[in-house]
């Protein structure tokens, strides 16, 4: 019998067996703890809480054809949680602990990597907080760095359908020498007002300006932005957005395919010059946007007039899928395999 309806589960949080804990005190890492408590015990005082010093991350394991456990460019993950750690003053988590923590915690929970073919992923969620108490606003002198695992099901069921987006011009995600660029709570908790505002309205998600201007492109909710036009991924350059590491991966390879890239700014108006759009992240890998749709000026971009995805979309989500399942060879070396 099946554990889980693996098709259809939500990308929602489904309890599995272990996380795994380390805490940082008197200027030193302790060991990694292994727990089935899905709780914690957070002090009333901690700075996490009150002047939210937390940052995470978010990746994913791959089952493959060969019944391998792959991970996707997990050491940029790493990288990231220690440039967000030092963008709001915690203690950082060396390459190594992080992935000692995140081999340990898959090889515990092995059972709830989705079968091949299914479409669901194994999500693998790794925290950081100020654990310690203070009560001025200044860094804890301790914290705590936990990862736990979470099966999610396909993110388009039913396969990638493009999606609509709203331009939002009354809120800003965060300020151009803030800390949009750091994976840090703040950040979401600053983009919920336009995230739901555009949910409420039909959208998928909303797309961010920039805040000194409101002239360029900056994300869609939480995933960046892409448009392609004469053979050319074009991403935006902003001082305000997290760098995509599902991006980052598509600039590569673009190029591998003969496309042009360039990670440059990206004005509102170039919106009605591009063939096809598209929002890329972890979580759905690539969301093709069918429309956007600008509240201020009534204007409308359309890239899927038939209700299709692009065909260039196509190709860089199928190659980059293929990749993380292991179907095509790995030839940028992006992933580690769990032993
Ligand atoms: C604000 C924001 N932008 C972009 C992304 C996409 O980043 P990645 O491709 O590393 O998942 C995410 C998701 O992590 C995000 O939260």
């Given at each position: ?19 795994v ?11 990694i ?24 991350e978010?990746l994913?394991a ?9 991970l996707?460019?997990w050491e940029?993950n790493a990288?990231?949680l ?11 988590v060396?390459v190594e602990l992080f992935r000692e923590a995140l081999f340990k915690v898959l090889d515990l929970n ?14 693998i969620r790794p ?18 760095f936990l990862i736990f695992v ?186 580690s395999?769990l032993?």
């Open positions: 019998m099946e554990m889980f309806d693996w098709k259809n589960l939500p990308f929602g949080y489904v309890k599995t067996d272990y996380n804990r380390c805490y940082y005190r008197d200027g030193k890492w302790g060991d703890e292994v727990t089935s408590s899905e709780h914690i015990n957070v002090h009333i005082a901690s700075t996490g809480l009150h002047y939210g010093q937390e940052a995470f978010g994913k791959y089952m493959g054809k060969d019944g391998k456990i792959r996707f460019r940029e990288k990231r220690i440039s967000s750690a030092e963008g709001i003053k915690m203690a950082t060396p092995r059972k709830y990597v989705p079968p091949y073919g299914s479409g669901a992923t194994l999500y925290l950081l907080y100020g654990s310690g108490a203070e009560v001025g606003v200044k860094p804890s002198s301790e914290y705590t979470t099966p999610v099901g396909p993110y388009f069921k039913g396969g990638v359908k493009p999606v609509n987006m709203l331009i939002c011009r009354d809120v800003d995600r965060a300020a151009p020498l803030g800390t949009g660029t750091f994976k840090v709570g703040g950040n979401y908790a600053a983009s919920m007002r336009a995230i739901i505002k555009a949910k409420e309205q039909g959208y998928s998600s909303n797309i961010f300006l920039d805040a000194r201007e409101k002239k360029y492109i900056d994300e869609c909710g939480p995933a960046n932005f892409f448009g392609i036009k004469n053979n050319t991924y074009i991403t935006p350059k902003s001082e305000s957005i997290l760098k995509s590491i599902t991006n980052m991966s598509l600039l590569e390879i673009a190029e591998s395919i003969g496309m042009k890239a360039e990670r440059r700014q990206v004005p509102i108006e170039e919106l009605s010059t591009f063939e096809e759009a598209g929002a890329c992240g972890t979580a759905a890998v690539i969301s093709p946007i069918a429309k956007i749709f600008d509240p201020d000026t009534n204007m409308i971009y359309e890239y899927c007039r038939d209700g299709e995805p692009g065909p260039m979309t196509m190709k860089l989500y199928n190659k980059l899928v293929a990749i993380q399942n292991g179907d095509e060879p790995d030839t940028f070396g992006w992933i395999i032993d």
